[in-house]
């Protein structure tokens, strides 16, 4: 006697951890590179200091911002006094309206030049340190103590927090059957426990060996290590087959 049976058909492929997107930390302006104590795989928050600039090219923007706030603060000040003796002359005639309007004039010209002047320098101050824009991973260290960077070369590089997703490869013969939403397992090689996965992206890109990549992520939170690899399994959907016992055949 045979008997019709649910079965799950699956399709099985190698699966790696790996990052969704990195981020390098670059220097601002030209300067050498000190205090920098960040490794690789340490936690970093976001707006942690990670580094920070000097050297002669930065000590030289800051002497001319500091210079550019002191000599504005000198001009409003001088600007405010004469708006205030003007409007002390102005009932005694000693002064015009248009006089007062002109000082009234130059003080908010002066207060504009200041606030530009302070902005250009708290801005300087933020170029000398580098620090972490999103809390995450330090995948790489790519400047050292002591070494002289360029405006825009990363200083270190970071894997933001929850930047992680399985991509395995699948071949032709699979492709059709592969869609978004589908589940699955992820089995460690390391022999951790099973995980629960999903389709969340197929990139349609061609991977080594004429594989297509299929990305995946976790049902539930999952500490997933960046490397990691393993066996993806996915579902198909069940179909009805016939079985026959073993000692018919």
């Not at 001009?75 to 005639?93: C, E």
């Not at 089995?187 to 991977?207: D, K």
Request: hydrophobic letters at 45%.
């Amino acid at each position: 006697t045979v008997q019709a049976h649910a079965v799950t058909p699956h399709l099985v492929a190698y699966g790696q951890v790996e990052p969704i997107s990195v981020v390098p930390v670059s220097a601002a302006e030209t300067g050498v590179v000190e205090g920098l104590r960040a490794v690789p795989g340490a936690h970093v928050r976001a707006g942690q200091e990670l580094a920070r600039l000097s050297g002669p090219a930065m000590r030289t923007l800051l002497m001319q911002d500091e210079a550019d706030v002191r000599s504005a603060s000198s001009q409003l000040d001088a600007a405010q006094k004469t708006l205030a003796i003007d409007r002390g002359q102005l009932p005694s005639h000693l002064s015009t309206r248009q006089m007062v309007h002109q000082a009234e004039s130059a003080e908010a010209q002066a207060q504009a030049a200041l606030d530009n002047a302070q902005a250009r320098l708290n801005a300087a101050r933020q170029m000398i340190t580098v620090v972490a824009p999103a809390s995450g991973t330090v995948l790489a260290i790519n400047s050292s103590n002591g070494e002289l960077v360029s405006a825009g070369q990363a200083v270190v590089t970071l894997q933001p927090e929850g930047g992680l997703w399985l991509r395995a490869a699948y071949y032709v013969a699979a492709l059709n059957s592969i869609h978004l939403g589908m589940t699955g397992r992820f089995t460690p090689s390391g022999g951790g426990a099973l995980m629960a996965v999903r389709v969340c992206s197929a990139p349609a890109m061609l991977a080594a060996g004429g594989g297509e990549s299929i990305a995946l992520c976790p049902e539930q939170h999952a500490a997933w290590l960046n490397g990691e690899a393993g066996t993806v399994t996915l579902d198909l959907p069940q179909r009805k087959l016939v079985a026959v016992p073993t000692r018919a055949l």
